[in-house]
Nanobody, 121 residues
């Protein structure tokens, strides 16, 4: 059984930082890219960032570029999202997504359940 589990969310003040983690288990294919999305009730799910299996390709949404950093440790099967200089607009449920291929493609195969991030002003 594939499991994708996010952690690290919480309540912080504007300007502070959080580091989210996404740990995978049961993924049998050799290589997979991982993306982060965020969801606010009543709004469309927003793509945040993606990292390829080898970490050679990384991309960010314009809304988080320069503030968020994605990384991964394949040995630990864990993907990180370092979020700095948080703003209230970053408040959302953050979801981790395992993609179908080693390169970022936007084709999600497995979703986590999310971790809530709330940024107060």
């Amino acid at each position: 059984e594939v499991q994708v589990v996010e952690s690290g969310g919480g309540l912080v003040q504007a300007g502070e930082s959080l580091r989210l983690s996404c740990t995978t288990s049961g993924v049998t294919k050799g290589a997979y890219a991982v993306a982060w999305f965020r969801q606010v009730p009543g709004k469309e799910r927003e793509w945040v960032s993606c990292i390829s299996w080898s970490s050679s390709s990384i991309s960010y949404a314009d809304s988080v570029k320069g503030r968020f950093t994605i990384s991964r440790d394949n040995g630990k099967k864990t993907i990180y999202l370092q979020m700095d200089r948080l703003i209230p607009e970053d408040t959302a449920m953050y979801l981790c997504a395992v993609e179908m291929y080693g390169a970022c493609s936007g084709k999600v195969e497995y979703w986590g359940r999310g971790t809530q991030v709330t940024v107060s002003s």
